[in-house]
């Protein structure tokens, strides 16, 4: 399935003329420059810049854009999102403080009007409702519970009429409405009609809905809930999106992204091997999000029994160590990749050093490689934490070598080594790496 060919290549991709510009107000902008990107390519290049005046106000040059979702950016405010529509042939915003929150908000524009108003709300209620359809066709309730249910269904369905109205009323036919209405379930179908209707739309070959996020919860809603009892047909679920997204290139692109990241979130590698096989191939340039891209390659790199590569890194007293040196004295390494300033592995650390303490007698070592920048911080953990076993780190952050080397896109990351250097296991939190290592020593105690 992998060799797909592109039946539609052109997806109405027809750009129009627009002025977007606006003014920051009430507060100093410490930008100069302003960035605008496309919602379809968000890792890629600027489709724009701009400078802010000493008034803060700013004005985009290009007027030519394809309909859809941007983000503007600079280097002292978070990314700012609006739809540019081809109704509307101007878009003024102002951008203001509240505290240390930055607000935006539109002078001249319904199609954004609408979108920071209804979308997230809507979009929440519409999966909401989806997954109350799910529960009632796929689960068994107490008459108590049963009651509850329905009762907070029938809430829910209130909420999405009311606020549907106001939508309609005022910004009907906008991108944001037209967007909402292909989520709404028919909740008067059953749920195979549902299941047989759910794309008839092909709104996820359309180029508009694609700059938006409307493919990302369309897809969703579809995996979680029209998956069967216990996502028990979700290989067909993934089969009947790729294969429709496989009639338009873009639309074949974002929804092999959206799907492979899916499926990572649910930590789901065997299904993700299967689609890489039978859509990818080798070409993991399709995947369009830069940190799944480089996790998935590193997940078909540096698999079960592989060998995983050598480098020096300075220790505590900066001295250069060689990673096969570490791993070679010990029946079982956990090389793991953290930060002092990581919330999430400093949560993880109690259960870790349980590990070590209780199997380091056993053969079992600990060589953490730091992604921190700060040299004082880093030994000021190690001396906190109490941590005995091998230190390293280069203090480059996530400009480290080794990030590049073990495909490294997330901290706390683990691999489990046996002294041939060879990777054993791929724990994805401290609960698996507890029993992967568990089970390592009582197979060796046999």
């Known amino acids: 399935m992998k060799y797909i060919i592109f039946v539609i290549i052109i997806l109405c991709s027809n750009s129009y003329t627009q002025h977007f510009h606006g003014t920051f107000s009430e507060y100093r902008h410490p930008d100069t420059m302003l960035y605008l990107y496309d919602f379809i390519d968000l890792a890629g290049n600027a489709v724009d810049s701009c400078r802010v005046d000493k008034q803060g106000k700013f004005s985009f040059t290009v007027r030519e854009y394809n309909p859809g979702l941007y983000q503007m950016r600079g280097t002292s405010i978070p990314p700012l999102y609006f739809i540019l529509n081809p109704a509307e042939d101007e878009v003024e915003a102002k951008i203001s403080k509240n505290g240390n929150k930055v607000e935006l908000f539109f002078i001249q524009s319904k199609e954004n009007q609408a979108y920071h108003e209804y979308f997230q709300d809507l979009v929440k209620t519409c999966s ?45 036919g906008t991108i944001t409405h037209n967007a909402i209405m292909e989520l709404i379930p028919n909740m008067d179908e059953s749920y195979n009609i549902r299941l047989d209707n759910y794309f008839k739309s092909k709104s996820i070959l ?19 809930f029209y998956s069967g009892a216990n996502k028990v047909d979700l290989d067909f679920s993934l089969d009947d999106i790729l294969l429709l997204a496989s009639e338009g290139e873009l639309s074949y692109i974002k929804c092999v992204t959206i799907v492979l990241g899916y499926l990572e979130r649910r930590n789901d590698w065997k299904r993700i091997e299967y689609i890489v096989k039978e859509y990818i191939g080798d070409e993991l340039d399709i995947i369009d999000n830069p940190q799944l891209r480089r ?52 949560a993880g650390l109690p259960k870790i050093i349980e590990l070590y303490n209780n199997y380091r007698s056993s053969g079992f070592n600990v060589v953490a490689i730091s992604l921190d920048k700060d040299g004082s911080a880093w030994k000021d953990a190690i001396k906190d934490w109490n941590m005995e076993w091998d230190n390293l780190s280069e203090l480059k952050g996530w400009s480290s070598e080794s990030t590049d080397l073990y495909f490294i896109t997330t901290t706390p990351s683990f691999y489990l080594l046996n002294n041939n250097q060879k990777i054993i296991g791929r724990p ?12 390592l020593f009582e197979r060796q105690a046999r």
């Open 206 to 224: 359309d180029a508009t809905y694609l700059r938006t996020p409307l493919v990302y919860h369309k897809l969703t809603n579809y995996l979680e």
């Open 128 to 172: 909401d409702l989806e997954q109350m359809l799910y529960l009632q066709k796929f689960h068994d309730s107490d008459p108590a519970t049963k009651i509850r249910n329905q009762t907070v269904f029938a809430n829910t369905k209130r909420h999405l009429q009311e606020r549907l109205s106001y939508l309609e009323s005022d910004f009907q």
């Open 428 to 439: 994805i939190n401290t609960g698996q790496l507890n029993h992967q290592i568990r089970k």
């Open 295 to 346: 996790s998935i390659e590193g997940r078909s790199k540096l698999k079960m029994g592989v060998t995983v590569p050598d480098m020096f890194i300075p220790n505590q007293d900066n001295e250069s160590v060689s990673l096969h040196t570490l791993i070679k004295k010990s029946e079982v390494t956990l090389l793991m990749f953290w930060s002092s300033v990581c919330s999430h592995c400093k």
